[in-house]
């Protein structure tokens, strides 16, 4: 194990933020070889209504009850197709699970299906009992129609004291602090991606301060921030703004 650690940071220094297009890492075989898988669902059932814990198998929806009138999450064929009532409800579409681990990950198959134009898919990691950070927002791998983005909320715009002064300076109309924007640019990295509308197997790890993301087995986007190192990542969690159909969803801990 520690031979294949030094052949993969040969390969992709700890100063890189995209992962190199030759990088042989396979993080699903990482998660398989090394983890234990705590949580799958194939989605074969029936929903029950449109409340929180509508989906069932220990899902759960932070925005459901807000427009229980409205389903934002239906199980038809073996797809969780999320449809978002964003506007009605003031928030995408938030649907989480128990998971648990420092170093893990999911595995997810999901497509975009065409529905909206503008169709994209935040997942990622929480702890509700983190305090110091809004809601618990740990880190998250971004989907949109043109790029992917990973995220480090713990230590970057969810910590309390720099969304207080992020919000200051709005109120104000003014520019952050250029030390505070410094920071921030450290603390994700966004790399370019043409979307489809086809079925892909999205994995989606940390292992200590690296967040890694694969599509289809490649390895697309890397980062180091120290938040990807939270010892407890207790959620995981999709944020869905439109539309997202999600087929299958596994989650490992290896640590």
Request: glycine fraction near 8%; include cysteine.
């Amino acid at each position: 194990m520690k031979t294949f650690l030094f052949t993969t940071l040969l390969l992709a220094p700890l100063a890189a933020s995209s992962a190199d297009s030759a990088t042989p890492r396979n993080d699903a075989a990482w998660l398989r070889e090394n983890g234990q898988m705590i949580f799958h669902d194939a989605f074969e059932r029936e929903e029950d209504g449109n409340l929180a814990k509508a989906i069932g198998n220990g899902w759960n929806s932070a925005t459901a009850d807000r427009v229980p009138q409205i389903k934002m999450a239906d199980l038809d064929g073996g797809i969780l197709k999320i449809a978002s009532a964003t506007k009605e409800a003031k928030h995408a579409a938030h649907i989480h699970h128990e998971a648990g681990f420092t170093d893990g990950g999911a595995v997810v198959r999901f497509r975009f299906p065409g529905l909206n134009p503008a169709e994209s898919l935040q997942l990622g990691f929480v702890d509700r009992e983190l305090k110091g950070v809004h809601a618990g927002h740990l880190c998250y791998g971004i989907l949109s129609q043109s790029s992917i983005t990973l995220i480090d909320h713990k230590t970057g715009v969810m910590n309390l004291e720099i969304r207080k002064k992020r919000e200051e300076a709005q109120a104000k109309k003014e520019k952050l602090p250029a030390d505070l924007e410094a920071l921030l640019k450290t603390k994700q990295v966004v790399i370019p991606w043409k979307a489809d509308h086809e079925w892909h197997e999205l994995v989606l790890v940390t292992e200590g301060d690296e967040m890694r993301l694969s599509i289809d087995g490649k390895v697309l986007a890397s980062h180091h921030s120290e938040g990807f190192a939270h010892p407890m990542k207790r959620w995981f969690s999709f944020l869905v703004p439109s539309t997202v159909w999600i087929d299958d969803v596994k989650i490992w801990k290896v640590k």
